[in-house]
């Protein structure tokens, strides 16, 4: 080998060597950097799991905002039956968008319908990028608390007495009740103008029960929660609330089909309050009237120490429940009507969530 | 003459030189090959750290979450004293009752399986073993959920806040857990990492 050649052949030597180490520097920093990379990718599943999982939650959340909405109830029961009561789902699967790339997937399964005592199971899947990124499932089971807790089985309830005369009608057709017209925890007085109609066949004597201990015995608020299964503070709070005094039908009437706290000393004497299909509770705390031609469909609470119901030519389809006295006179036709009972007790109900009911997973 | 000169070779100078040069040269690569091997090192031990954590938080928060579940809560509505009975025990922290913005180093809890079978859990810190140990079930012994030969657990506290409802006759209590786990490597004390994460358990308790 030449001069020339051996010298450059020693620079060639370090080059090598040096470029070799370069290279390998340049591969322990791409597999640094390939550290970082799965740490991200790490980051992000988790943060899709976390956001799935949120928006499985929210969907129970929208689930349950749904079911209590009189409107967008009606799109996922249904009552196909007319007894009243819901005995359908009329939208078992409903998806949600909660943002770009996020949805809930909602199934609602029936875990009681057709009677009072409606349950659903909602299973709500949180989605991310149609559940390709991330996906969490979640369930609860949803039960209703009815606009009333016990539908009356008489006509007409009171605790205290119960004095009807003049031109009233009274009916009670349904054989369920055994056509019950009224039930006293005092005496029932009547006249021999006040006409009933029980179940056919049967002596309307034997639709009245006087005296009975069990209501007479109870205090106010044990009365209060026999009908309504919660205190009074409880339900004031989940009703709708109204103060008013003098004539009350229109602004009872403007809040619609709705369980009605009316606070103030009232009367009730024209238009409709209800309707067959939309009934309204009404729970009145202060002396209640109801007179004139006024037509209500639903129940009637009365706290006041003595009722006074004078409709001359009006109508009350449901039942009356009088925390005390009760006096019914002048006139009006006054009907038991099952059906109108149950659906006051189901459409205006609410849904709550059971607790112990959540769960995670399919 | 030309010739002469050019077979004269290199000078021991010339290839002293040299090597000095090469040496240099290698040193600085070594130098920097050595801080780019420390560095991913480094980095790798800090996203595991990382990883570790956020996995034993991510364990303590899922089973938290669902405590207080239990199936027969369906068929137990309206029966009060059933549904009191079949509730699985409430959550307890160090071993007492829950008392709010009072923390503790363990929490207790218990949910039914759709099977019926009572998933009794403990969440603890081993201060012995700087690692956290989770209960399942009644008889089973303690696992080790955070890897002891490469963290060590500084801290683990469960700190309860609870508010209070009612749904109709029933009083609720709804409890939410914050959750603070430190941690450190146990190679390189000084690298720790601190997660805090918040829980609300989703089954309220009834009284």
């Given at each position: 080998?030449?001069?020339v050649?051996?010298r450059?052949?020693?620079?060639?030597?370090?080059?090598?060597?040096?470029?070799?180490?370069?290279?390998?520097?340049?591969?322990i920093?791409l597999?640094?950097q390939k550290?970082?990379?799965?740490d991200l990718?790490v980051?992000?599943?988790?943060?899709?799991?976390?956001?799935?999982?949120?928006?499985?939650?929210?969907?129970?959340?929208?689930?349950?905002?749904?079911l209590?909405?009189?409107?967008?109830?009606?799109t996922?029961?249904?009552?196909?039956?007319?007894?009243?009561?819901?005995d359908?789902?009329?939208?078992?699967?409903?998806?949600e968008?909660?943002?770009?790339?996020?949805?809930?997937?909602?199934?609602?399964?029936?875990?009681?319908?057709?009677?009072?005592?409606?349950?659903?199971?909602?299973?709500?899947?949180?989605?991310?990028?149609?559940?390709?990124?991330?996906?969490?499932?979640?369930?609860?089971t949803?039960a209703?608390?009815?606009?009333?807790?016990?539908?009356p089985?008489?006509?007409?309830?009171a605790?205290?007495?119960?004095?009807v005369?003049?031109?009233?009608?009274l009916s009670?057709?349904?054989?369920?009740?055994?056509?019950?017209?009224?039930?006293?925890?005092?005496?029932?007085?009547?006249?021999?103008a006040?006409?009933?109609?029980?179940l056919?066949?049967?002596?309307?004597d034997?639709?009245?029960i006087a005296?009975?201990?069990?209501?007479?015995?109870?205090?106010?608020?044990?009365?209060?929660?026999?009908?309504?299964?919660?205190?009074?503070d409880?339900?004031?709070s989940?009703?709708a609330?109204?103060?008013?005094?003098?004539?009350?039908?229109?602004?009872v009437?403007?809040?619609?089909?709705?369980?009605?706290?009316?606070?103030?000393?009232?009367?009730?004497?024209?238009?409709?309050?209800?309707?067959?299909?939309s009934?309204v509770?009404?729970?009145?705390?202060?002396?209640?009237?109801l007179?004139?031609?006024?037509?209500?469909?639903?129940?009637?609470?009365?706290?006041?120490?003595?009722?006074?119901?004078?409709?001359?030519?009006?109508?009350?389809?449901?039942?009356?429940?009088?925390?005390?006295?009760?006096n019914v006179?002048?006139?009006?036709?006054l009907?038991?009507?099952?059906?109108?009972?149950?659906?006051?007790q189901?459409?205006?109900?609410?849904?709550v969530?059971?607790?112990?009911?959540?769960?995670?997973?399919? | 003459?030309c010739?002469?000169?050019?077979?004269?070779?290199v000078?021991?100078?010339?290839?002293?030189?040299?090597?000095?040069?090469?040496?240099?040269?290698?040193?600085?690569?070594?130098?920097?090959m050595?801080?780019?091997?420390d560095?991913?090192?480094?980095?790798?031990?800090?996203?595991?750290?990382?990883?570790?954590?956020?996995?034993?938080?991510?364990?303590?928060i899922q089973?938290l979450?669902?405590?207080?579940?239990?199936?027969?809560?369906?068929?137990?509505?309206?029966?009060?004293?059933?549904?009191?009975?079949?509730?699985?025990?409430?959550?307890?922290?160090?071993?007492?009752?829950l008392?709010p913005?009072?923390?503790?180093?363990?929490?207790?809890?218990?949910?039914?399986?759709?099977?019926?079978?009572?998933?009794?859990g403990k969440?603890?810190?081993?201060?012995k073993a700087?690692?956290i140990?989770?209960?399942t079930?009644?008889?089973?012994a303690?696992?080790?959920?955070?890897?002891?030969a490469?963290?060590?657990?500084?801290?683990?506290?469960?700190?309860?806040?609870?508010s209070?409802?009612?749904?109709?006759?029933?009083?609720?209590?709804?409890?939410a857990?914050?959750?603070r786990?430190?941690?450190?490597?146990?190679?390189?004390?000084?690298?720790?990492?601190?997660?805090?994460?918040?829980?609300?358990?989703?089954?309220?308790?009834?009284?």
């Amino acid at each position: 080998m030449s001069h020339v050649a051996r010298r450059l052949a020693l620079g060639m030597a370090v080059l090598p060597v040096a470029l070799i180490l370069l290279a390998g520097a340049a591969l322990i920093l791409l597999f640094a950097q390939k550290n970082l990379l799965v740490d991200l990718q790490v980051t992000r599943n988790g943060y899709a799991s976390r956001v799935a999982y949120a928006a499985a939650d929210s969907g129970l959340a929208v689930a349950l905002s749904r079911l209590n909405d009189a409107a967008q109830r009606k799109t996922l029961l249904s009552e196909t039956k007319g007894a009243g009561t819901y005995d359908t789902i009329a939208s078992p699967v409903f998806t949600e968008i909660l943002g770009p790339s996020v949805e809930a997937r909602i199934k609602l399964k029936a875990l009681g319908l057709g009677g009072p005592d409606v349950r659903l199971q909602v299973q709500s899947t949180g989605c991310v990028s149609d559940c390709a990124k991330g996906r969490a499932t979640v369930s609860q089971t949803m039960a209703m608390r009815g606009g009333i807790h016990q539908i009356p089985v008489a006509l007409l309830s009171a605790r205290g007495s119960i004095d009807v005369s003049g031109p009233v009608t009274l009916s009670n057709q349904s054989p369920v009740v055994r056509g019950m017209l009224m039930h006293a925890g005092s005496a029932i007085n009547r006249d021999d103008a006040v006409q009933r109609f029980s179940l056919p066949g049967q002596n309307p004597d034997l639709a009245e029960i006087a005296h009975d201990p069990r209501y007479a015995e109870q205090s106010v608020d044990q009365f209060f929660a026999r009908w309504f299964g919660a205190d009074k503070d409880f339900i004031r709070s989940t009703a709708a609330n109204v103060t008013c005094t003098g004539e009350c039908a229109g602004t009872v009437a403007a809040l619609g089909s709705r369980v009605i706290w009316l606070d103030g000393n009232a009367r009730l004497s024209n238009g409709n309050l209800g309707s067959p299909e939309s009934p309204v509770i009404i729970i009145a705390t202060g002396s209640l009237q109801l007179s004139g031609t006024l037509r209500l469909a639903g129940i009637v609470y009365s706290m006041a120490p003595l009722t006074t119901i004078q409709l001359v030519s009006g109508s009350i389809e449901g039942a009356v429940i009088a925390e005390n006295a009760l006096n019914v006179s002048q006139g009006g036709r006054l009907s038991y009507n099952p059906v109108i009972l149950q659906r006051a007790q189901s459409h205006l109900g609410r849904f709550v969530p059971v607790p112990g009911s959540w769960s995670d997973g399919e | 003459m030309c010739n002469r000169r050019r077979e004269r070779g290199v000078s021991l100078i010339e290839t002293l030189i040299a090597m000095a040069l090469g040496l240099l040269v290698l040193t600085g690569v070594l130098q920097l090959m050595n801080q780019l091997v420390d560095g991913n090192t480094a980095t790798i031990k800090v996203t595991r750290l990382a990883q570790d954590t956020r996995t034993v938080m991510d364990i303590i928060i899922q089973d938290l979450r669902r405590a207080g579940s239990f199936p027969e809560a369906v068929n137990d509505l309206g029966d009060s004293q059933r549904f009191l009975q079949d509730q699985p025990p409430a959550p307890r922290i160090d071993g007492e009752v829950l008392k709010p913005g009072q923390p503790g180093s363990s929490i207790s809890y218990a949910y039914r399986e759709s099977d019926g079978k009572l998933t009794q859990g403990k969440f603890s810190l081993d201060l012995k073993a700087g690692s956290i140990q989770m209960h399942t079930g009644t008889a089973s012994a303690p696992e080790t959920i955070t890897d002891p030969a490469f963290i060590h657990v500084t801290a683990l506290s469960f700190l309860p806040s609870r508010s209070e409802s009612r749904s109709g006759p029933v009083q609720q209590e709804q409890i939410a857990i914050e959750v603070r786990l430190v941690a450190r490597l146990k190679s390189e004390p000084t690298v720790e990492r601190q997660l805090v994460d918040r829980v609300v358990l989703r089954n309220p308790v009834l009284k």
